[in-house]
C-alpha cells in the first residue's frame, strides 16, 4: 500500500479506486477494439470467399483471407492474454485485502501492546510504592528495633 501517497486527496484507498477504474477502462476498451477486430476480419472473410473465374482475383482473394485470418488469431491472442491480466489483477486483489487485514491486526495488536505496557508500568509503579510503605512501616517499627539491639548485643563483646 502507499501509505505516503494521501496527499491532496481521499488517501491510499482513493488513488487506488482510482487507478483501479483507469484499468477497467482500458481493459474495457481493449476488449472492444479486440472483438471489433475479430468481428471486421471475419466479416472479410466471408465477403471474400466468393467463387470467381480469374486465377489472378482469387489468389489475391487467398492472400487477403490468410492476412485477415491472422489478423484475427492475433486478436483472439491479445483476448487471451486479456484474460490471463484479468486472472492475475484478481488473484493480486485478493492479496491486496488480505494485506489490509494483515495490516488492521497489526494495528490492533499494537493498541493492544500499547495498553498492556501501559497497565505493566502503572503495576509496576503501584507495587514501587507499596514496597516504600511497607519498608517504611518496617523500619519505624518497633520489632525492628529490638531485633537491631538484640543484633548489636550479641556482636559486641
Sequence with gaps: MNKGANVGGGGPTAAAAAAAAQKQKSLLQRVDADIGNIVDNYGFIVNAARVNDPPVRNSQEAFMMEMRASRMVHAADS???????????????????????????????????????????????????????????????????????????????
Design 79 to 157: 483476448l487471451l492474454k486479456l484474460v490471463s491480466e484479468l486472472k492475475q489483477t484478481a488473484m493480486f486483489s485478493g492479496f491486496a485485502s488480505l494485506n489490509d487485514h494483515v495490516e488492521q491486526r497489526t494495528e490492533e495488536f499494537t493498541k493492544q501492546t500499547e495498553k498492556t505496557e501501559c497497565m505493566l508500568s502503572r503495576i509496576g509503579e503501584e507495587a514501587a510504592a507499596s514496597l516504600k510503605d511497607l519498608e517504611s512501616h518496617y523500619y519505624s517499627s518497633a520489632e525492628r528495633t529490638s531485633s537491631l539491639l538484640s543484633y548489636n548485643q550479641e556482636t559486641m563483646p
